[in-house]
């Protein structure tokens, strides 16, 4: 809503605008007890580790803090404060919205920040509602927490063990970043784009390893507090490469998720193993990490709430309170809470804007049918341009799904290149992510245990045609993928593949966010427009119409 790239603070205009299309509200969830002030996030990449916390502290001091920290977080006045201020603000943007005294706002409920979590993979995932499932939540903390295992069934969840704060597995991948001289808790990606390159030294994936173990109840257990391992870290990674440190890492991150996954499976009785697994949290937006677990034995079926991050805890929590009234009433949450179908859930592209827009010299606009701006698109694209699209409802989340994308041919890896150059300005090593047609799936992507690929957030390695036909859309080296499955149910670009594929003999398109390097997404014609005049983009479709650069 403000155009700023995660941006911190109580989202605002967002639940105004949610309150201005859905007025019958009964009760509100707040997700995460406690959550800094927006100042402390602002800081986070630059300043949050300060030269006083770069040497790890002793045993003494570790341990006073694991047992503070609970006391901390109820009786601190800081911490009660950060909380009563957002209730606060919760109540002053419902107050004058909806109600007419304060005395008639609805209960505001405030939910665990792994709870939520946990809430999103089981209730949003695609199993039966009497389906046995593992639920595993990681980030790198909320609530003091890093960590939890969790059985689903029958629409209730029964935590099963959960890790502190102080053994956070997601909290020393972000200080390795931060030791790379990228932004912590934002660019842990390229730490893991850039592992495939090199190979793992393994004094290094060993030293993690001993630094934080997985017991029999499926917690991470450190020997070190995470919170205060930033100089312990710098020691070891004194005078390594950057590839071999990302390399390790990775190694590392993915051999104690898959750890994490088998000693958590053996928790369930044997009749319920191999596991249905519902994850969330930051730590699985990790894809290569998703992959290994997705391919252990132990999983049957693994489902990933999309865009598996802290965003999505406002959902969680809406989740588990509509649960737990469920449960309360005698009904199965899973019968009540419909699986998540799409993420197409935001503002409209708003093409109006066209309607009185006067375009600058140079900028030819044009209206046409859906069909004709369908064939327009896949014609384009065939010829090997570059097409920017914002149609219909911009997407949830970290990814794009089509709605607010920049398309391009797959197949051809000097398109990479220019896209690169002109328009999204990325690290060079990062790959880019496809879009395929699901029906197609099978012959682009090895994906044996058939599951749900629709949101790129894991990673499947390609076939050789697979290889052939989306070479741009793959990492240069390992040749993965994370691909979004597209069906009918998002038809506009449903039927840009398929026309696509007719012209073209390809079933996929390369699909990155459409925007600006460091920008959100595009949320509207207005924002699309000013984004297309500062790119090296040529085309540009908006709903039905049409806009091209024609010098």
């Not at 931060?178 to 030293?207: C, N, T």
């Amino acid at each position: 809503m403000v155009n700023r790239k995660n941006m911190p603070g109580m989202p605002v205009n967002a639940i105004r605008e949610i309150l201005r299309n859905h007025r019958d509200v009964d009760e509100v969830a707040l997700a995460t007890n406690f959550i800094h002030e927006p100042s402390w996030f602002r800081k986070k990449g630059e300043s949050r580790f300060r030269k006083q916390d770069l040497w790890e502290k002793n045993r003494t001091d570790r341990i006073i803090n694991k047992f503070s920290w609970p006391l901390r977080r109820n009786f601190d006045p800081y911490f009660r404060n950060r909380l009563k201020e957002r209730l606060d603000l919760l109540q002053g943007i419902l107050f004058p919205e909806l109600f007419p005294s304060m005395d008639q706002c609805p209960p505001i409920t405030v939910v665990d920040h792994h709870t939520a979590h946990a809430a999103t993979a089981y209730y949003g995932s695609h199993y039966d509602k009497e389906d046995s499932v593992l639920v595993l939540t990681a980030d790198g903390s909320g609530d003091g927490v890093s960590s939890t295992v969790s059985k689903g069934y029958a629409g209730e969840m029964e935590r099963l063990s959960e890790t502190t704060r102080g053994g956070s597995v997601g909290e020393l991948y972000s200080l390795t970043t931060h030791y790379l001289g990228f932004r912590a808790w934002e660019h842990e990606y390229k730490l893991m784009g850039m592992a495939p390159y090199s190979y793992p030294d393994r004094y290094i994936v060993d030293q993690l390893h001993q630094a934080i173990q997985v017991d029999n109840k499926a917690r991470f257990v450190s020997n070190i507090n995470t919170d205060y391992a930033y100089g312990w870290l710098a020691k070891l990674y004194k005078r390594k490469r950057f590839d071999r440190i990302c390399a390790s890492l990775q190694a590392w991150f993915e051999e104690s998720m898959a750890n994490w996954v088998i000693a958590a499976s053996d928790m369930m009785p044997i009749a319920e193993t191999p596991v249905k697994l519902a994850c969330a949290g930051g730590t699985f937006m990790n894809v290569k990490g998703n992959q290994v677990i997705s391919e252990r034995e132990e999983v049957r079926d693994m489902f990933i709430f999309p865009s598996a991050g802290d965003e999505s805890t406002s959902v969680g929590a809406a989740m588990h309170v509509y649960a737990k009234d469920c449960l309360e009433h005698g009904e199965n949450p899973k019968e009540k809470i419909e699986p998540i179908s799409n993420l197409y859930l935001g503002p409209m592209d708003q093409s109006s804007f066209f309607l009185d827009y006067k375009p600058p010299e140079g900028i030819e606009i044009q209206e046409h049918s859906s069909r004709d701006v369908t064939e327009i698109v896949a014609e384009s694209l065939a010829r090997g341009e570059i097409v920017a699209r914002c149609s219909g409802r911009c997407e949830f989340g970290a990814r794009a799904l089509g709605n607010r994308t920049i398309m391009a041919k797959a197949s051809d890896h000097d398109i990479t290149d220019l896209l690169n150059a002109s328009i999204k300005h990325r690290d060079f090593w990062m790959p880019f992510a496809p879009s395929i047609l699901e029906e197609d799936q099978g012959k682009l992507i090895e994906n044996p245990k058939c599951l749900k690929a629709k949101w790129m957030i894991q990673a499947f390695n390609t076939t050789e045609e697979g290889y052939r036909q989306l070479k741009a859309a793959t990492h240069p080296y390992d040749k993965t993928a994370r691909p979004q499955t597209v069906d009918k149910s998002n038809g506009d670009y449903y039927k840009i593949l398929e026309m696509f594929k007719e012209k073209s003999g390809f079933s996929g398109l390369l699909n990155t966010s459409f925007n600006l390097h460091g920008f959100p997404i595009v949320k509207d014609a207005e924002i699309a427009m000013d984004t297309f005049l500062g790119s090296g983009l040529k085309k540009m479709v908006v709903g039905n119409y049409v806009i091209t650069k024609v010098h």
